[in-house]
């Protein structure tokens, strides 16, 4: 089992704030992940990495921006945190060469 | 973000009865699939893959078959229990550029009844 950190675990926060999600791993991988999940819906891929400074847009649009500056550390941030961005945020890591995806336990953001 | 519905399919079963979880993928080059396991308030966890190479494979109270001609893929739990109940999720991967990527479907609410 993959050790993946996200935090923090819920946010609540107004409307027009910048924000940050964190999602660590401690397991060396280089391809890491950023899903969007509406509650009883799908997983939707927001953002991806195949490695430090690879930072690539996903198939759902989103106005979150990604930084891969350390291998471990692939944080998300929103610059002006808007209702419609309440949603789950999951982030997951996978190993080279592997397609098997391990995942965090998610960020629940709600913006007021 | 908003959501569009709430209307996950559900799967009642009792608990000790076998569970049949199906789902329909959609791009016939996908040559991996995996099965996650959601529990409320938690991230996906892994429970089974199959490569398009094979039709079925085995793990420790589940299997999963894979049906390449019309495209379907299925996950079955043998005596299901109380701690079975999530929803569960397919995903097909599809190999991109430098790396992979997976597409999840919509999932299933599975419910063991005592």
């Known amino acids: 089992e993959a050790d993946i950190y996200q935090t923090p675990r819920y946010l609540v926060i107004g409307t027009g704030k910048k924000i940050t999600l964190e999602c660590s791993q401690t397991?060396?991988?280089?391809?890491m992940y950023w899903y969007q999940q509406d509650p009883g819906m799908e997983l939707h891929l927001i953002h991806y990495s195949y490695g430090v400074n690879s930072t690539e847009k996903g198939d759902l649009s989103s106005e979150s921006t990604v930084s891969r500056i350390r291998t471990e550390h692939f944080p998300l941030t929103l610059e002006s945190a808007r209702p419609s961005h309440t949603s789950q945020y999951l982030c997951?890591?996978?190993?080279?060469?592997?397609?098997?995806?391990?995942f965090g336990p998610g960020t629940r953001l709600t913006v007021t | 973000g908003e959501s569009v519905g709430l209307h996950l399919p559900t799967l009642s079963v009792q608990e000790g009865d076998n569970s049949i979880i199906n789902c329909a993928y959609s791009n016939s080059a996908s040559d991996y699939f995996i099965w996650y396991k959601q529990e409320s308030g938690k991230g996906p966890q892994f429970i089974i893959d199959?490569?398009?190479?094979?039709d079925k494979r085995q793990g420790q109270r589940v299997t999963v078959l894979l049906n390449k001609t019309v495209k379907h893929l299925s996950l079955q739990i043998a005596a299901t229990q109380p701690g079975d109940s999530a929803v569960y999720f397919c995903a097909e991967n599809r190999v991109t550029g430098g790396g992979n990527k997976l597409t999840f479907g919509t999932g299933t609410q599975l419910k063991v009844e005592l």
């Open positions: 997951a890591s996978s190993e080279p060469h592997r397609y098997e995806q391990y």
């Open positions: 397991m060396g991988h280089d391809k």
């Open positions: 199959i490569r398009s190479n094979m």
